[in-house]
């Protein structure tokens, strides 16, 4: 019985290991470079890059609305700030850092001097506050001096256990770091030069709020009230706790989240660091938990970069170490936010859009009232290509921008049926974007409906009725009818949106059988620029399919393979989506290896090919943005489940390299979560379930089945 049981926690203890390997990226060096080998922890609002290094520690810190700018002139995400940790031990012997993101601690461990040193860091939701706690397996072991550096030149302040820097960026917004050391044995001491001195400490806790006073509400001006008094109290809080206690609420708040969904694609590699794993895989070897892995990263970076309550996710997440990043880190209406969302709901973190959506409302006066400026004529509001926090737009008009913002609200409602939000948050943007075409639209010579001033992002010439356009607006008008239809109001104006969609131009097949990308019929057939833009309607539209407009889908398929397969990070990325939807599993897979193609360190700005990841797992543009990373977690959820067409399909496109598997939690429209599990290619299982009394109609394996989902019960699909 004894044997019994101990055989049994073994063989528990083992899966548990196996599961932690499974979910961690792990080195054996301290990274060098910020871009390609620090790793990122963030609570949506307070974010940091470790770089791990065990005698000069160095955390690199954001908040997301450090911004420069106003409403007139976009400016740039900053740079917050740098932690610097010198130690005084000696150099260590062993050393190994992981990034646990099952638990979002990051974990640092080394032998120096015959003592055994552990870091665990991670950032609090709950606490608002970065929790760097400092351990070793014998009293008194640590001595050092800790800094804080702020990004704009802020002269930082010691006094006690606390560091303090902060100050006002051109545009007026204050921002402040707060820094308090908590120990436990031995003395630190402040130092007129801004440092904090520790003397044989045994353990201590490194605590960082930091905070500005910009909100987002636009009828208060977006200033807040300063951060000095929150961040003190968000500090106060913190460390009023125990570490364990800290630990414990962070993990409980990340996996409440986190854990929604499972994936396993095989067998778990050998435990080799995440960089080896890179290198073999680019060199060919079959690595499908890494694959895995990072699908499970980019829910990671989500739920580190988009909590509710702060901004949404910009071009590098929430992590950016410049104060004049590539892009301004913005906030970029043609492909890059949208992106950045497209895992939220099919990957069950829907809370994690709210960001977005608040953004966007917070935007609507601005933008509204530079609308009216450049198109007198129009009701509504649009984007321009680049934008900021207070709604300011830089570089082009980009007229469909709010009509692709106005999907995501859409889809918000589709996954989750909350009506409320439908009501009150969705439908009055919905119908105001639609308001705007109304009135933007122009009628050609035949009657068609064309976007006047088009410009397929960004691959010109400017035209009217460019295709992208046209699929846009008619996502929006099928999104407005809907989400009006589905609350029982507007018959009216429904009627004159449905007119209008018939008769918008629509994509049209060319002469080499490739979906024209311009009204007229010019594309290249030698043409491999990133943007595929007319491609749209494929996904994340729903204009065309395989299934109900075959001939379209086989033209979207000739552009996607003319275009091919290398290009810039989410540019790949878009196209795993792509594949995904046009039911090509091996292809889209073979997208996904090209994304997960280990890079070097490469600052520069390649427009071109490039694109990959770096060995922390970061996408690459060139350089590091991080949409490619939610591209390719979106892109591997539609190739397991797509419910785009009214029906839940489940794994559509399983790539050959992918016979063997399981998930569970990944979402479908109508609020249903799906668990799955496969041998040699074939489901062996499949479970729905919907908190409400509903039905589906479910395909697999070539059939369909229409099963009903009593309220709140796991319904086990027969596969005979
Ligand atoms: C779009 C893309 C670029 C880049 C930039 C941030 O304009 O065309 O490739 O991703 O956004």
Known sequence: ??????????????????????????????????????????????????????????????????????????????????LWLDLTHGTPETYERRLDIDTAIHSIEYRADGIAYRREYLASAPQQALVLRYTADKPGAYSGTLRLNDAHGARTLAAAKLLTAGGKLANGLQYETAVQLVNSGGRVTASADGALHIENADAFTIL??????????????????????????QLKAAAAKPYAGLRAAHVADYQQLFRRVSLSLGKAAADLPTDERLVRYRDGATDNELEALFFQFGRYLLISSSRPGSLPANLPGLWNNSNNPPWRSDYHSNINVQMNYWPAEPTNLSECAIPFFDYVNSLRGVRAEATGQHYPKQRGWTVQTENNIFGAGSFKWNPPGSAWYAQHYWEHYAFTRDEEFLRKTAYPVLKEVTQFWEDHLVARADGTLVTPDGWSPEHGPEEPGVTYDQEIVW??????????????????????????????????????????????????????HRHVSHLFALHPGRQISPVATPELAQAAKVSLSARGD??????????????????????????????????GKGNNIDYGKGGGVYSNLFDTHPPFQIDGNFGATAGIAEMLLQSQAGEIDLLPALPQAWAEGAVT????????????????????????????????????????????????????????
């Not at 001006?221 to 000095?228: A, I, L, Q, S, V």
């Not at 668990?675 to 109609?697: F, I, N, Q, Y």
């Open 665 to 720: 939690g990944l979402k479908a429209r109508g609020n249903v979560t799906v668990d799955m599990a496969w041998k040699e290619g074939k489901l062996t299982s499949a479970t729905l379930r919907s908190p409400v009394t509903t039905k589906a109609t479910v395909r697999f394996q070539g059939r369909t089945q229409t099963v009903a989902l009593p309220a709140g019960q796991v319904v086990k699909l027969g596969l005979q």
């Open 475 to 528: 996502d929006l008008f099928t999104n407005y009818l809907e989400a009006a239809a589905a609350l029982g109001v507007d018959a009216e104006y429904r009627q004159k949106v449905e007119q209008l969609r018939e008769k918008l131009l629509k994509p049209k097949v060319g002469a080499w059988g490739q979906l024209q990308e311009w009204p007229e019929d010019r594309d290249d057939i030698r043409d491999e």
């Open 1 to 82: 019985m004894r044997v019994t049981t101990r055989a049994l926690m073994i063989a528990l203890a083992l899966a548990a290991t196996a599961s932690a390997q499974r979910l961690t990226l792990h080195y054996t060096q301290p990274a060098e470079d910020w871009q390609s080998q620090a790793l990122p922890i963030g609570n949506g609002r307070l974010g940091a890059m470790i770089f791990g290094d065990a005698r000069r520690e160095h955390v690199q810190l954001n908040e997301i609305s450090l911004w420069t700018g106003d409403e007139k002139d976009t400016g740039s995400y900053q740079n917050l700030g740098d």
């Open 566 to 599: 290398q290009s810039t990070g989410w540019a790949m990325a878009w196209r795993i989506n792509f594949w995904a939807r046009l039911l090509d599993g091996d292809h889209a897979h073979r997208l996904l290896r090209n994304l997960l193609h280990i890079t």
């Open 208 to 233: 960082v709020a930091a905070g500005t006073d910009y909100i987002a509400d636009r009828t208060r001006g977006w200033r807040g009230e300063g951060p000095h008094e929150r961040i003190l109290a």
